[in-house]
C-alpha cells in the first residue's frame, strides 16, 4: 500500500532523487512515426510538447476515429500520453509515481494539497492514481487525486477520495463524490463555447466527469463555479444549450437574503441529521430558474442533505 506522506524536501536531495529516478532507456524509438501511421505534423507537434529526450513504449493510430495515441517515457522517469484527434492535439496525462511526489509536484501543489488536512492517502486501489493533465481549450495544468483516507487508522475501513488542484495551486475539487479519471471525455469543443458564450470572459479551469456528469471548473466574476452538462450530450443532445444541466457556486451567507437564511435555518433545526458545526450556502442556476441551496452536513458516502429555495423568495 503507498501513502502520500507530507514533505519538505531540500534542493540538494530533490537533486538526488530525480537522479535515482531518471530513466536510462532514451535510445530512439526504433522506427519512427511515420511508420505507424503518425502524420508528421502530429510527430513534431508531440516532440515539441514533450521534448525530444523521451522514450517511445507504444503508438497507435485509429484511422476510423481519426486518432491518434503516443505513449511514451520521460528523462524524469514519469509515464505518459498524448492524445490527437484529427492531427490536432487533445490532451497529455503523465501518470506520477505515489512515492516521488516530493520531486514530481510543483511545489504550490504540493502546499495547496497539504492545507486541505486530509488523513494520510493510501493509493491501494485499482483506480488510485495521481495525473497531470495538461488539455486543449483549457489554459490551466490540473493535478487529478484519486485515492482513499484510512477511517479509523487500523487499515481496515477507507473512504475513496477525489481532489483536483490546478498548477498554482487553485484547488478545485474535494470531496469524495464518485468520479471518473479527470481525462475521460475526450472531445468537448461545444462545451467550451457554451461556457464562454454564456460566461462572459471566465477562466475555464479544469474538467472533470463526476458520476457520469461532465462539470467544468470556471472562474467567473470572482467566483469558482461548477458548470455541469448531461453524460455523452453529443450522442444524447444535438443542442448543447439542451445538454447543459446546472450551473453552482458556493456563497458567503451575507451574501443570501435575510429571509433565505431563516427560511433554512428553521429548516435545519428540525433535521436530526444536521451537523450542528457545518453549514454551506450556494446559488444554483437552471433552464427553470435560479435557487439557493443549503446544505447542512458534511460531504459522504451518504446523499447529501441539501434543499434548494427559489432566488429572491
Not at 503518425?38 to 517511445?56: A, C, H, K
Not at 471548473?217 to 469558482?224: A, E, N, S, T, V
Not at 428553521?266 to 437552471?286: G, H, Q, V
Request: with cysteine.
Amino acid at each position: 500500500m503507498k501513502r502520500f506522506i507530507k514533505y519538505t524536501v531540500s534542493l540538494a536531495a530533490a537533486a538526488l532523487l530525480l537522479s535515482l529516478g531518471a530513466c536510462n532507456d532514451l535510445e530512439p524509438w526504433p522506427a519512427p512515426l511515420s511508420e505507424r501511421g503518425i502524420s508528421r505534423e502530429v510527430s513534431l507537434d508531440f516532440f515539441t510538447r514533450n521534448g525530444s529526450n523521451v522514450r517511445i513504449l507504444e503508438v497507435y493510430h485509429l484511422q476510423d476515429e481519426g486518432r491518434d495515441v503516443i505513449s511514451f517515457r520521460g528523462r524524469d522517469g514519469v509515464e505518459g500520453r498524448s492524445e490527437y484527434l484529427d492531427g490536432t492535439w487533445q490532451m497529455t496525462v503523465r501518470t506520477l509515481d505515489p512515492d516521488r511526489l516530493a520531486v514530481q509536484l510543483p511545489m504550490a501543489v504540493s502546499r495547496a494539497f497539504a492545507r486541505l488536512g486530509l488523513d494520510t492517502p493510501c493509493f491501494a486501489g485499482s483506480n488510485d492514481r495521481v495525473a497531470e493533465i495538461t488539455r486543449s481549450g483549457i489554459g490551466h495544468t490540473m493535478y487529478d487525486f484519486m485515492f482513499a483516507t484510512d477511517l479509523t487508522g487500523a487499515g481496515n475501513h477507507f473512504l475513496n477520495h477525489y481532489v483536483l488542484i490546478n498548477e498554482d495551486g487553485t484547488v478545485l475539487a474535494n470531496d469524495n463524490a464518485s468520479s471518473n479519471p479527470a481525462e475521460w471525455f475526450r472531445d468537448f469543443d461545444t462545451a467550451l463555447g457554451y461556457i464562454r458564450d454564456r460566461y462572459a470572459d471566465c477562466d475555464v479551469r479544469g474538467h472533470a466527469n463526476r458520476s457520469g456528469i461532465d462539470t467544468f471548473y470556471i472562474l467567473h466574476d470572482g467566483k469558482m463555479k461548477q458548470v455541469r452538462f448531461h453524460n455523452n450530450f453529443q450522442v444524447n443532445y444535438p443542442d448543447i444549450r439542451e445538454a447543459w444541466e446546472e450551473t453552482e457556486y458556493e456563497l458567503d451567507p451575507a451574501e443570501v437574503p435575510a429571509e433565505v437564511r431563516d427560511l433554512c435555518r428553521n429548516w435545519r433545526e428540525s433535521d436530526l441529521e444536521a451537523d450542528p458545526f457545518y453549514e454551506k450556502y450556494f446559488f444554483l442556476e437552471d433552464w427553470q430558474g435560479t435557487y439557493y441551496g443549503y446544505q447542512i452536513s458534511e460531504p459522504s458516502r451518504k446523499s447529501l442533505i441539501t434543499r434548494y429555495t427559489p432566488a429572491g423568495e
